[in-house]
């Protein structure tokens, strides 16, 4: 998008004002449109962003919540910890997500 853009100067070379071609202020109306993009990120960072996963520890103990779980075996502790723990998947879930509509509009240009 840089190359799209001009500058208008005045004499005391002070920009003033601002050209663009006729694609760019559609480009910039489609991603103003969609809240759920994530337009301060790179490409590599939305790619990691896109695969990253709950730390190993986090997994391990997730998965062992979950097996007391089945077995109705949880402590009021084990059951907020796993309710902290499940809220932290959704998360990560919907921010992947959200990265990867950003890294598909962004590749589709």
Known sequence: MSDSVQY?????E????VLLDLETP???TNLSVDSELLIG????????????YLSPKAQIQLQELLVKN??????DDETE???RLLAQ??????LKT????????????
């Open 41 to 52: 990120l790179n490409l590599d960072e939305l790619q990691a962003l896109a695969e990253s």
């Open 14 to 17: 002070k920009k003033v004002g």
């Open 89 to 94: 998947v959704d998360q990560l879930n919907i």
């Open 81 to 83: 910890t796993l309710d």
């Open 26 to 28: 559609q480009q910039l």
């Open 8 to 12: 208008v100067t005045n004499a005391e």
């Open 98 to 109: 959200r990265a990867r509509d950003t890294l598909n509009i962004f590749q589709n240009k």
């Open 70 to 75: 089945s077995d109705n075996d949880l402590s």
